[in-house]
């Protein structure tokens, strides 16, 4: 009955939906009767057989005058079997209603497992199919390495037959993929990967391998599950990036080395046009004449300018810039770079000023060629771009809860800048104007240059301006190592009190600022009506010596109106010291030379009794150099000088003779060896100048030999200058220690040659 039931369900099922030829017939199960049916009928028929019996047995023996126990006991025979009848019947179909129950109970529950069963056979089969679709390789193995399971990609790659992988290792199939030992499981697994390649008929393709290793906890049984995607596309397209990369790294350190052998190679006889032109402008000059070299000396520092920002672009495009942190006194750099540039500065008629707050650091970590260069670059760019008033340099320290910073400010009074071009100037060769009439020129590299090497430093460089109102830039740098400056700095000066005279508002500013910032009290007035209120209890009167006469009329001026105890200073460019004797005559103390440094103005002021001014000697013939021999030598210092180059050799040669020292010159490292050890003591050389790169033997291997005959003779070290055009802190770094006594780069400007010549014999 059952299994006619089963049959008919599935009929009906046919019936409504159909075979369907794409899907494989399932069969289901159908279970045995748990219990026979009985034969219903002939059961019934014998027990009415029986109950009549016994009821006409009850008849017959009432008839006969039987007892009446024996009747009654017939009829109650009868009844009860009529009862048991109906007693059997109930309970034959309760057992029946229950037997069919379970009987359909079970059946549906072999029908939801087989329908399980079929599923997983299908969500499997599927499964692998899918995987097989995707192309990705599948491989189970056990503890050994041997292969349990492995999809019919995997067959197919390796040229075997799916059955026949069964029990084989992946050594064996030439594919180098190891087992992960027991000792690498964490929480009894272990998830690895790997690049692996794999030889086919088609060559070696490449198969990133992804495996999970785990143990079970119970059984310790180690299986192997991994699943492998084909990534032979991107190890080919890593290949062709790291060709290129390379072929591109190549291309760019070839570049790099161009640009640095031809600006070394222009730098050299740029070394020879710019200071044969300095030594050209001290001799007897017409105007003409001399108008002619101040162009050739503009037009050289103009092409050296632009050499340096290709350099210097080149080298951060190809990566190769590192910041050198060293001690660095950031107020040492500041004043230097602003009397860099106070000659440009002079030249048009402009202020150039700089203000150092008393708690800036004395010293901090910090790459100094890269400070001196930005700085350079802002500073120039300020005075280059501003025809009126002037340009302030302002150095403070900015402290924050996170941070700490030194801010350079450059201010400037030049034609300012619109708002859409603040951030353009500073990409790759543009300026604030990029028309073709404008009146700078440049490549338009050296704000690009200057915020890349702020930002590799930590730091940053930041503009703002107005358009006709100037512009102010600020460029900043973390404070890293700090020795702090003394703490009494900042009330040094109380209780002093100055005036300052001057029409350059942009440096009477610095000074004043200078003067207020360590405690003393400042009053500035462009004209000798203006100062006459300031007179009381004034200690120090500055006066700028360009609105002062030979006769130093305005000093009596002044004195007269109230400034008569108070110490007079003049405020004198470099090119008016040969002023400095009529001045005294005058009634001046003493003399601060502009741009005024902050350590000297604080100086002058605590000290009472300033120096005086040297008395006015007879002027020197024109074309006569204003130095002299220093430490006493009448004769002057003896000079060596290495140079291979012919017409730097001259320059260095002409400069220091001018100077009236003694110069021997020879063309290689070897010859200067030579001189030294063959000079002896009697003959010994002062200072030597040598050259970095020279034939037969270069600087450095000079230097070494010159230092190991020293260390043999038991002699002092001679004091030798480095000559170089490579201008990288770098390259200083390395000569300085190889033993070199200093450095000097080219192009190399006659005074400042003289001056660290003699310098180092003074040290």
Known sequence: ?????????????????????????????????????????????????????????????????????????LLATGLGGVAMHLRNRHTVHRATALLDETAARSRAEIETLADRMWEMQESEERFRGLIDALGDLVVHRDRDGHIVYANKVFASLVGTDQRDLAGRTLADLGIDVGVVPDAAFSDHECLSSTDVSIRTPNGPRWFSWIELSVRDKDSGAVSHRAIARDITARKRAESSLITARERAEYASQAKSRFLATVSHEIRTPMNGIMGMAKLLADTNLSPEQRTYVAAVSTSASALLALIEDLLDYSKIEAGRFDPEPQPTSLREIADNIIELMAAKAFAKNIGLGCHVEPDVPQMIMADPGRVRQVLLNLIGNAVKFTDTGGVLVSVARARTETSDRICFTVADTGPGLREEDMERIFEEFEQSDGTSTRTHGGAGLGLAISRRLATAMGGAISVSSRLGEGSEFVFEIPVTGATEAPQNQQNILAGRRAVIVSKNAVEADAIARTIRAHGGAVDVAATASQATPFAEHCDALLID????????????????????????????????????????????????????????????LLTSHAPALPLPTKPEKSGASSHRPVGGRQQGLSVLIAEDNDINAMLARATLLKAGHRVKVVGNGKAAVEAITEAGLKHRFDVVLMDLHMPVMDGLDAIAAIRRHEEEMAVPPVPIMVLSADSQEKTRHTVLAHGASGFVTKPLDPDALVHAVEGQVAA
């Open 1 to 73: 009955m059952i299994a006619e039931s089963a049959r008919k369900e599935k009929n009906r099922a046919e019936s409504v939906d159909g075979p369907s030829p794409a899907t494989p017939k399932r069969q289901h199960v159908v279970p045995p009767p748990l219990a026979p049916d009985f034969p219903r009928a002939t059961h019934e028929g014998l027990l009415f057989l029986t109950v009549v019996a016994s009821v006409v047995l009850a008849g017959l023996s009432h008839l006969t005058g039987a007892p009446i126990f024996i009747t009654l006991g």
């Open 545 to 604: 010596a360009a609105m002062e006469d030979s006769d130093g009329r305005l000093l009596k001026r002044l004195r007269q109106s109230g400034f008569a105890d108070c110490e007079a200073i003049t405020l004198i460019a470099p090119t008016d010291r040969g002023m400095l004797g009529e001045f005294r005559a005058s009634g001046y103390a003493t003399f601060l030379a502009r741009p005024v440094r902050g350590e000297t103005l604080m100086r002058v």
